[in-house]
C-alpha cells in the first residue's frame, strides 16, 4: 500500500543545517506532487514548501524561501528538503504530502493539508541552542 515515510530530522543549532527525506512506496512518485508541512507547537499545520509532479515547479513560503530547497529522484522515489540556515522558529514536526496530479507543471504552496491525499507520519525537528 501507499506509504510516505519521513526521515533526517533531529536537534540542531541555529544556523545549522538538515536534510529531510520522504520515502515513498506503493505508488509511481512520478504521478504525485509532493508538499512539505510543519506543524509547531500550539499552531495549525502549514505549507512549507511543494514540487510539482512534472518536477518543474517549486515554491516556498515566504518564511523559508532562500534557506530550503525541495527536491525529488523519482527513480530513488524520494523527495527531499535540504533546509539550511535554520532559525528557531523552524521547529516542529514536518511532513510530507501527497497528491495525485499526473503531469502536473505547478504547485503552490497556499494548498491546505485538505489538497493533500497521503500523509507521513512526521519527523521532528528542533532547533536549539
Known amino acids: 500500500q501507499l506509504q510516505l515515510v519521513e526521515s533526517g530530522g533531529g536537534l540542531v543549532q541555529p544556523g545549522g543545517s538538515l536534510r529531510l527525506s520522504c520515502a515513498t512506496s506503493?505508488?509511481?512518485?512520478?504521478?504525485?506532487?509532493i508538499g512539505w508541512f510543519r506543524q509547531a507547537p500550539g499552531k495549525e499545520r502549514e505549507a512549507v514548501s511543494c514540487i510539482s509532479s512534472a518536477g518543474i515547479n517549486t515554491e516556498y513560503v515566504d518564511s523559508v524561501r532562500g534557506r530550503f530547497t525541495i527536491s525529488r529522484d523519482n527513480a530513488k522515489k524520494t523527495v527531499y528538503l535540504q533546509m539550511n540556515s535554520l532559525k528557531h522558529e523552524d521547529t516542529g514536526v514536518y511532513y510530507c504530502?501527497?497528491?495525485?496530479?499526473?503531469?502536473?507543471?505547478?504547485?503552490?504552496?497556499?494548498?491546505?493539508?485538505?489538497?493533500?491525499?497521503?500523509w507521513g507520519q512526521g519527523t521532528q525537528v528542533t532547533v536549539s541552542s
Open positions: 504530502a501527497a497528491d495525485y496530479s499526473p503531469y502536473s507543471a505547478f504547485c503552490t504552496v497556499k494548498r491546505g493539508v485538505g489538497s493533500y491525499n497521503f
Open positions: 506503493g505508488i509511481t512518485l512520478d504521478y504525485y506532487t
